[in-house]
C-alpha cells in the first residue's frame, strides 16, 4: 500500500512553513515569504517567485494577509481591488500543498496551523475559506499544540503535565501554556504582544547601524533610491541579527548616499545585539507569569519551556527565560519551523488511523480523529477545486532616515485598517 503524504503547514506573518513527513525517506521542509501574486485567470503564485514582477506589471502583490482574518473589511491592494484575508490564506495553503504534491489533498493528509492568539470566531472564518477552496480535509490545529507535539516526536512521551510555548515571530511574541499527556490542549488564554517583535529587532539593528555608519552625508529619506537602500539595509540587518544567532560577530553594509562610491561597512558584535534587546526581551517574562497564571499553574507546574518562531533562536532568550525561572528551555535547530514539522507529525498520525480504520466495502467514515490529541472532526473529502481570486541610516544620518524607517515597518504591498481580529485583551 502506497503510503500517504503526511503535511504540517504554518502559514506565518512574515514566512511560511510546509514540511512533509514521508516516513522511511525523511521529512523535507520548504519556506517560503509569506507574498502571494494574484494573475487574472491564472493560479496564484507564492513565495519568493511572487515577487518577481516587472515594473509595469499589472499583477496583484499581497502581504501581511494572516493578520487580517477575520477583519470584516477586506484587504485593498494597489490596484484597488479587495481581498478577503482568510481567502489569501486558504490559497496560500493551496499553493505550498501543490508544491510538495500535486495530489496532496486527493491522497494525502494535511494539517496547517492557525495562530494561538485566534478567537474561535477567526478559526471558524479560515475554515470556512478551507471549506470553499476545496480544502475540506486540512485540519486545522493551534500553533503551540503542534509545537508541543514535535517535542513529543523528538524527546518521546512527556506524560501528564504542562509545556510553556513561547512563540517568538516576526510580528509579535504569544505565550501559551499546553496541557500534555492523552488530552493534549490549550489551557488558559495565550497572551500575546507586538512590542516584542522580530520586525521590532530589526528595527532597532538597523538603528544602531545607521549611528554607527562611518559615512556623515547628507540624504533625501524621500529620494526612491535612497528608500530603496534603505530597505535592502533593513534587510541586511535581519541577516545580522540571524547571523548573530550562530557566529558572535558580523559585518553589515551600509550605503546610504547613492552618490557616495564608498561603503561604509559596520562591525556588529553579539553582545552588542544582546545589549539592544535585552529589555524587550526582559518584559516578556512578566508575560510568562501571566500566562502560566491565567492557566490556573504555578511556574513549577511547568516541565519545560519550548521555543519556536524565528526569534526563538536568539541565545539571549533562552538565557534569561533559564536564568528567570529555572526551567530547562527547548528550541528546535530551527525554531522557526517546529509547529510545521509537528503538525507533519500530527498529520502521519491521522494518516495512519484513516488507514487502518477505512472498511473496505462501505463508504468513507465521515469522520476521522486523531487518538489523544484533540482535533475538530473532519467532513468528508469533497472533489477539491483551485481557487480562484479576484476583486473586490552618526545622529544626522539617524534623523533623515527616521521618516522612512516607520514606512518600512509598515510595507507597501497592501493597504487595509490594520485590524487584529480575535486578539486577546491583554494584547499591546
Not at 142 to 155: D, K
Not at 249 to 258: C, E, G, I, Q, S
Amino acid at each position: 500500500m502506497t503510503q500517504r503524504l503526511a503535511l504540517g503547514i504554518t502559514v506565518g506573518a512574515s514566512n511560511s512553513v510546509a514540511a512533509a513527513a514521508a516516513g522511511e525517506d525523511g521529512d523535507s521542509v520548504r519556506t517560503h515569504p509569506s507574498v502571494l501574486r494574484l494573475v487574472a485567470d491564472a493560479p496564484p503564485t507564492f513565495g519568493a517567485a511572487a515577487r518577481a514582477t516587472g515594473r509595469h506589471s499589472s499583477d496583484v502583490l499581497l502581504e501581511g494577509f494572516l493578520a487580517r482574518v477575520g477583519d470584516p473589511v477586506d484587504m485593498l491592494a494597489e490596484d484597488g481591488t479587495e481581498h478577503c484575508a482568510a481567502d489569501l490564506v486558504a490559497a496560500a495553503i493551496t499553493c505550498l500543498i501543490d508544491e510538495i504534491s500535486t495530489d496532496a489533498r486527493e491522497s494525502g493528509v494535511t494539517v496547517a496551523c492557525y495562530p494561538a492568539w485566534w478567537s474561535r470566531h477567526t478559526v471558524d472564518i479560515q475554515r470556512g475559506a478551507l471549506d470553499r477552496a476545496g480544502l475540506r480535509e486540512v485540519t486545522l490545529v493551534p500553533e503551540p499544540t503542534a509545537a508541543v507535539r514535535w517535542l513529543e516526536a523528538t524527546q518521546g512521551p512527556l506524560g501528564d503535565g504542562a509545556v510553556l510555548v513561547y512563540d517568538l515571530g516576526a510580528t509579535g511574541l504569544t505565550v501559551s501554556v499546553v496541557r500534555t499527556g492523552d488530552h493534549a490542549s490549550l489551557l488558559g488564554t495565550p497572551l500575546r504582544t507586538t512590542d516584542v517583535a522580530g520586525a521590532e529587532f530589526d528595527l532597532l539593528t538597523m538603528r544602531y547601524v545607521l549611528a554607527n555608519a562611518a559615512a556623515a552625508n547628507d540624504f533625501d529619506p524621500y529620494d526612491p533610491v535612497v528608500e530603496r537602500e534603505l530597505a535592502a539595509l533593513r534587510e541586511r540587518c535581519r541577516t545580522a541579527k540571524e547571523d548573530l544567532s550562530i557566529n558572535t560577530a558580523t559585518v553589515v553594509r551600509a550605503r546610504l548616499n547613492p552618490a557616495d562610491t564608498h561603503t561604509s561597512n559596520v562591525r556588529l558584535v553579539r553582545g552588542e545585539l544582546e545589549d539592544l534587546l535585552r529589555a524587550p526581551l526582559l518584559s516578556s517574562i512578566d508575560l510568562i507569569r501571566d500566562a502560566v497564571h491565567r492557566a490556573g499553574l504555578d511556574v513549577g507546574d511547568v516541565s519545560r519551556v519550548l521555543l519556536t518562531g524565528g526569534g526563538g533562536a536568539i541565545p539571549l532568550v533562552a538565557e534569561l527565560i533559564s536564568t528567570e525561572f529555572g526551567l530547562p528551555v527547548v528550541a528546535a535547530a530551527q525554531p522557526a519551523h517546529t509547529s510545521a514539522r509537528g503538525a507533519a507529525a500530527l498529520a502521519a498520525e491521522l494518516a495512519t488511523v484513516t488507514v487502518e480504520r477505512a472498511p473496505t466495502a462501505v463508504p468513507a467514515p465521515t469522520t476521522k480523529e486523531l487518538p489523544a490529541v484533540v482535533i475538530s472532526p473532519l467532513p468528508v473529502a469533497e472533489k477539491p477545486r483551485r481557487p480562484r481570486l479576484r476583486g473586490k541610516q552618526r545622529a544626522t544620518i539617524v534623523a533623515g532616515a527616521a521618516v522612512v524607517i516607520g514606512l518600512l515597518a509598515t510595507g507597501t504591498a497592501a493597504i487595509g485598517t490594520g485590524i487584529q481580529s480575535g486578539s486577546n485583551p491583554a494584547s499591546t
